[in-house]
C-alpha cells in the first residue's frame, strides 16, 4: 500500500495556478500532533485564500486528535494505508479510495492503523 502512495508523491500538481512537482515539496511536521506530516500542494499564497490542498502522512498507530476548523469545509481521500476517521460522531473506517467530507464547525479526528495512512485534504476556504 505506501508504494501507491510514494508514487503519488512523486507526482505533479498541473494547473492555471502553476505546476509543482510533489517530490520538490518539503514534509512539514504538524504544529500539534505527533507522528504526522504535511505537505503542502497549494496554499492560500497560491489562491487567494480560495482553498488549499495537501498530503497527509500519518505514522502507524499516530493519530490526528479531536479537532474543529470553524471556517473550513475539509475533505479526505485515502491513497494508501488504514485507520478511521471520526466525523461528527459516526467511526468511519479509512482504506485505500474512502473519501469523506467534515463540515465547517464540526469535531472530528483521524487515527492511523498498523501500517499508516495516507491522505490528501483539501480545504475550502484555505487551511494555510
Known amino acids: 500500500m505506501k508504494a501507491l502512495f510514494d508514487r503519488f508523491d512523486e507526482g505533479v500538481f ?8 510533489f517530490a520538490e515539496l518539503g514534509w512539514n511536521a504538524h504544529p500539534t500532533f505527533e507522528g504526522v506530516e504535511l505537505k503542502h500542494l497549494l496554499t492560500a499564497a497560491d489562491t487567494g485564500g480560495e482553498f488549499s490542498y495537501h498530503l497527509v502522512r500519518i505514522a ?3 493519530s490526528i486528535g479531536e479537532h474543529i476548523h ?11 494505508g488504514s485507520g478511521f476517521c471520526i466525523n461528527e460522531g459516526m467511526q468511519i473506517p ?15 479526528s483521524v487515527t492511523a492503523g498498523s501500517d499508516g495512512l495516507y ?6 476556504p484555505a487551511l494555510c
Not at 498541473?14 to 512537482?21: H, L, N, T
Not at 479510495?97 to 472530528?108: N, P, W
Open 119 to 124: 491522505l490528501f485534504a483539501k480545504f475550502i
Open 14 to 21: 498541473v494547473s492555471p495556478y502553476g505546476k509543482k512537482a
Open 70 to 80: 470553524s471556517t473550513q469545509l475539509e475533505t479526505h481521500e485515502v491513497i494508501a
Open 94 to 108: 479509512y482504506e485505500c479510495g474512502v473519501m469523506t467530507i467534515l463540515r465547517k464547525g464540526t469535531s472530528h
Open 60 to 62: 502507524a498507530g499516530k
